[in-house]
Each structure stands twice: as structure tokens, then as C-alpha cells.
């Protein structure tokens, strides 16, 4: 068990500009989830997977954002034209189908901390 | 819609003191319950839950009980060390038939455990 894995840790981007993000679950997980962290919140659901099917998605995510997970491995959140409140900690988890239904167990990554100056 | 309100830190404790982060949630159903903490430097991790109303969770020393009659998920700690020095979260999850994983959190309340 490696972990769920993000790249990058840090991104520094200008406003205007596309951003990419990517997610590596641990590998026997067929969810995955992407959250929102901003200072002093807590993290806030953008979208989930079950496999390579995109399943819910939070009225957060505009239509500037788009998250995709092919083949059921790893997954992108894309971020076009930035702005000054994309700036967050991104986070992104797994989990394992039939870990308990719901109440399942949620494994997080340490995030990638995006700054759009 | 579904919401988790948390005591409000930083909280200061010395080492053996006897921890309670309060934590009050408003959801439709029956949702499950969880504590996750941060420690510095690493991502959340799943503390303990709870999926149904008097189920108490636990780990790690740590304790909490779904109240329902007072929608309630108090994290408990009888003896805390510098180690729990964190960032705790309380969350929920809310149950439907369709199955709904998504994840509502507190703001989190930091403890600082000073020896």
C-alpha cells in the first residue's frame, strides 16, 4: 500500500492560464474523489468516480473545471483560465467499493496547493 | 441542505489532559458519522466513525458516540500526548438508497499538546 499519490505538491500558475493536476489512487481502489481545501475550511466535495465513470458532481465544479479518470487508474482535474479564487489545497482520495457501503473508509493524498497569483 | 458544525480551536492542552472537540451535524436520514485527523505535513486520515445512532467509534485512544437526539459526534480523548497534536475534523456522509459517498466536513479545530 503506496498510498494515494498527487502531483504536483505545488503549483504556481498566473490568472488566465490552464492548470493540470493528477491523481494516483492506491491501486486496487475503484473510487476516487477530488475535494477542495481552502484556508481555515474544511475540504469541500468537487466530483467522484467509480471506475472510469464520473458519477456525482458538486455545483462547485464549473464548467472551467473537468476531471477525468480513463481506464479507471490514475486521474486529471483540469483547471481552464484560472482565477484568484481557484487558489486552494486540492485533494484527492479512494476507496474501495464494499469496504462497508456507505461509511466507507476514504484514503486522502496530501494535496496539491495551487496559487493563482 | 446537509451541514457539521465544530468548536472553533486552536485548543491548547498539556500533555494528559482530557481532550473534547465538540462537533453538531444537520443532515436528512441517517448519515454516517466520521473523525479524521491531519498531521502536519500529510493528508487526512480516517480517526473512527460511526454509521448508526449509539454506535460508538474508536481508536487511537479516541472515542466518539452518534447521539441522534442531539445530532451530536463529541470527539473524546482521556489522556492526550504531543503526538495528537493535529487537525481534526469532524464529517458526514449522508445515506440514500441510490448511494451518496460524498463527504460534508467541519472546519477542522487544531489541537496543539504541549508537554
Redesign the interface.
Known sequence: DTGVSQNPRHKITKRGQNVTFRCDPISEHNRLYWYRQTLGQGPEFLTYFQNEAQLEKSRLLSDRFSAERPKGSFSTLEIQRTEQGDSAMYLCASSLRGDGGFGEKLFFGSGTQLSVL | GDS?TQMEGPVTLSEEAFLTINCTYTATGYP?L?W?VQYP??????LL?A?KADDKGSNKGFEATYRKETTSFHLEKGSVQVSDSAVY?C?L?P?SGA??????????TKLSVIP
Not at chain 2, 41 to 46: A, R, T, Y
Open positions: 457539521v454516517s466520521f479524521y505535513g500529510e493528508g487526512l486520515q480516517l466513525k454509521t475534523f464529517a456522509s445515506y448511494g451518496s459517498y460524498q463527504l460534508t466536513f467541519g472546519k477542522g
